[in-house]
């Protein structure tokens, strides 16, 4: 609703929009700002009014607004097509039509699909396959024998296939290394954070499935799987083993315990610390992780701790008066 003629030229926040950009209100929480943006249009929700600016309406404001940023800018990447002199690609390996820069290393029999974009000093090991159209940025380490599927997205500094922790103690007391002879795979689309690390298998396959959207330092253990469409934001930590549905939410800093499962679907709290398997379609938090309506209630009766302390230290200071009260005087002789 509003004027039609408006002219777009760009996009911006609620709050630092200025004419001729389009802008969006995806969080109620920032509706003050509608009073005061100088945002041209606003993509707001379907009950949003605010008759003095233009508004599009629909049912998702955030999705309208991705869909509008890839309308006004398209992802520009720097890496001239073929092969930089300066790389070192082994006789056996397998190049497609690709881009790649400068020092990056292709280790032997390694794969490197069409259109894939390789950034200086990427790391690509023995017998490692990078699907058509992925990006690695610079500094990423794909170690043998790993595969990444097609328009996958790795940012700086993320390794793939480092070894996973596995330690066996002699009667001596002495940490044994456990060889990590599996493998990582990636499924399509995958986007992975920067400085995240995904864990070798010990034996078999560490999977991380079509679809999933990883954020910056994030630990993936060994042998675990993550199914397709999952989120996980910043310092999560998932130890090995542990089997993660489709569509999980993981938010920031939360710790997973080895060897349990995440049903598909299931949302985790920030900084919940995650000790037992997990049902489908449930929300936790808290640590130890429980339902998150229990973990509320859980909270707000700690917060109360400290006034119920204080009151139960008054209750028993008016019983000991009592008592003194009530215990029968002795008779002077």
């Given at each position: 609703?509003?004027?039609?003629?408006?002219?777009?030229?760009?996009?911006?926040?609620?709050?630092?929009?200025?004419?001729?950009?389009?802008?969006?209100?995806?969080?109620?929480?920032?509706?003050?700002?509608?009073?005061?943006?100088?945002?041209?249009?606003?993509?707001?929700?379907?009950?949003?009014?605010?008759?003095?600016?233009?508004?599009?309406?629909?049912?998702?404001?955030?999705?309208?607004?991705?869909?509008?940023?890839?309308?006004?800018?398209?992802?520009s990447y720097s890496v001239a097509k073929g092969i930089h002199p300066a790389t070192i690609v082994a006789e056996s390996a397998r190049i497609g039509q690709?881009?790649?820069?400068?020092?990056?290393?292709?280790?032997?029999?390694?794969?490197?699909?069409?259109?894939?974009?390789?950034?200086?000093?990427?790391?690509?090991?023995?017998?490692?396959?990078?699907?058509?159209k992925t990006v690695l940025y610079p500094n990423v380490s794909i170690r043998e024998e790993c595969e990444i599927g097609k328009c996958c997205i790795l940012h700086c500094g993320v390794v793939i296939g480092s070894d996973g922790f596995g330690f066996a103690t002699d009667p001596k007391g002495?940490?044994?290394?456990?060889?990590?002879?599996?493998?990582?795979?990636?499924?399509?689309?995958?986007?992975?954070?920067?400085?995240?690390?995904?864990?070798?298998?010990?034996?078999?396959?560490?999977?991380?499935?079509?679809?999933?959207?990883?954020?910056?330092?994030?630990?993936?253990?060994?042998?675990?799987?993550?199914?397709?469409?999952?989120?996980?934001?910043?310092?999560?930590?998932?130890?090995?083993?542990?089997?993660?549905?489709?569509?999980?939410?993981?938010?920031?800093?939360?710790?997973?315990?080895?060897?349990?499962?995440?049903?598909?679907?299931?949302?985790?709290?920030?900084?919940?610390?995650?000790?037992?398997?997990?049902?489908?379609?449930?929300?936790?938090?808290?640590?130890?992780?429980?339902?998150?309506?229990?973990?509320?209630?859980?909270?707000?009766?700690?917060?109360?701790?400290?006034?119920?302390?204080?009151?139960?230290?008054?209750?028993?200071?008016?019983?000991?008066?009592?008592?003194?009260?009530?215990?029968?005087?002795?008779?002077?002789?």
């Amino acid at each position: 609703m509003g004027d039609p003629d408006v002219k777009i030229t760009g996009l911006a926040g609620i709050k630092e929009a200025r004419p001729g950009e389009l802008t969006f209100l995806a969080n109620t929480r920032y509706q003050e700002f509608l009073n005061t943006t100088q945002a041209s249009a606003v993509i707001v929700g379907l009950e949003v009014t605010a008759p003095h600016i233009p508004l599009i309406r629909v049912k998702d404001p955030y999705l309208a607004y991705q869909r509008a940023a890839e309308g006004f800018y398209v992802v520009s990447y720097s890496v001239a097509k073929g092969i930089h002199p300066a790389t070192i690609v082994a006789e056996s390996a397998r190049i497609g039509q690709a881009s790649i820069g400068p020092y990056v290393v292709i280790e032997e029999e390694a794969e490197v699909g069409d259109e894939a974009i390789l950034y200086p000093f990427v790391y690509i090991g023995r017998r490692a396959k990078v699907g058509n159209k992925t990006v690695l940025y610079p500094n990423v380490s794909i170690r043998e024998e790993c595969e990444i599927g097609k328009c996958c997205i790795l940012h700086c500094g993320v390794v793939i296939g480092s070894d996973g922790f596995g330690f066996a103690t002699d009667p001596k007391g002495i940490h044994r290394k456990i060889p990590q002879v599996g493998q990582v795979i990636l499924g399509d689309d995958v986007e992975i954070g920067a400085n995240t690390t995904v864990d070798r298998a010990a034996l078999g396959v560490t999977v991380i499935k079509s679809g999933t959207k990883i954020d910056n330092l994030v630990q993936v253990g060994h042998n675990v799987v993550i199914g397709e469409n999952c989120l996980l934001a910043g310092q999560v930590g998932i130890s090995g083993s542990t089997e993660i549905g489709d569509r999980v939410v993981i938010g920031g800093q939360a710790g997973l315990a080895g060897h349990i499962q995440v049903g598909g679907r299931a949302i985790i709290g920030a900084q919940a610390g995650v000790t037992k398997s997990v049902p489908p379609d449930a929300a936790v938090s808290g640590y130890p992780a429980r339902p998150h309506s229990e973990a509320k209630r859980r909270e707000a009766a700690v917060l109360r701790l400290p006034e119920a302390l204080r009151r139960i230290a008054e209750l028993e200071r008016r019983l000991e008066a009592l008592d003194k009260k009530r215990k029968p005087q002795r008779k002077a002789r």
